[in-house]
């Protein structure tokens, strides 16, 4: 299987700064044949399902402020939020569909300071 | 719309049956890849299964063997039996599209609760 880690486990910032939270994976999850990364990640906020913000490693999803960006290949991801928002206290989580059994990081909770 | 509405939860004895069902709107379920992803009580992510558009599945490590994942085209359904419970089986339980080769899971349910408990 392979292992997703999340660093670090919880965040607090002030507003305005920058969040970074990296993920590791025990494997690529780099398909070479069309060269993405098979790498997403998402937000969850209490009593809501996880959004989805950032699909193949860098790609935003429609409707998501760029303030949030993502980078990395292979197997080491950040996941960037810029000017952090009140909005933005959540917990956040990668998660890898390259293969089965998919699995997502252990979470990072980002908090204000 | 796309919208993913699940039910069935509820509490149930150690070693009981269940079976969850997620209503879908705004696309065909045998269209699309579907899976179930369970969430523990405080705890993170587990991806359960998944069943393709030709209708494989595959399950995770922890279920497979008890649990079975299915959908009904005539209903637009996707459905979870969910037999053998244990007390580590409790958490809230998502109907998600996806992931399917490239694309990410991009719509998830809001979730129902099994509780598996004496």
């Known amino acids: 299987d392979i292992v997703m880690t999340q660093s670090p486990d919880s965040l607090a910032l002030s507003l305005g700064e920058r969040a970074t939270i990296n993920c590791k994976s025990s494997q690529s999850v780099l398909y070479r044949s069309n060269n993405k990364n098979y790498l997403a990640w998402y937000q969850q906020k209490p009593g809501q399902p996880p959004k989805l913000l950032i699909y193949w490693a860098s790609t935003r999803e429609s409707g998501v402020p760029d303030r949030f960006s993502g980078s990395g290949s292979g197997t080491d991801f950040t996941l960037t939020i810029n000017t952090l928002q009140a909005e933005d206290v959540a917990l956040y989580y990668c998660h890898q569909y390259y293969t089965t059994p998919y699995t997502f990081g252990q979470g990072t909770m980002l908090e204000i300071k | 719309e796309v919208q993913l509405v699940e039910s069935g939860g509820g509490q149930v004895q150690p070693g009981g049956s269940l079976r969850l069902s997620c209503a879908v709107s705004?696309?065909?379920?045998?269209?699309?890849?579907m899976s179930w992803v369970r969430q523990a009580p405080g705890k993170g992510l587990e991806w359960v299964s998944v069943i393709d558009t030709s209708g494989s599945t595959y399950y995770a490590a922890s279920v497979k063997g008890r649990f079975t994942i299915s959908r009904d085209n005539s209903k637009n359904t996707l459905s979870l039996q969910m037999n053998s419970l244990r007390a580590e089986d409790t958490a809230v339980y998502h109907c998600?599209?996806?992931?399917?080769?490239?694309?990410?899971?991009?719509?998830w349910g809001q979730g129902t609760l099994v509780t598996v408990s004496s």
């Open positions: 705004g696309f065909t379920v045998n269209t699309k890849y």
């Open positions: 998600v599209r996806g992931p399917a080769n490239q694309w990410p899971i991009d719509y």
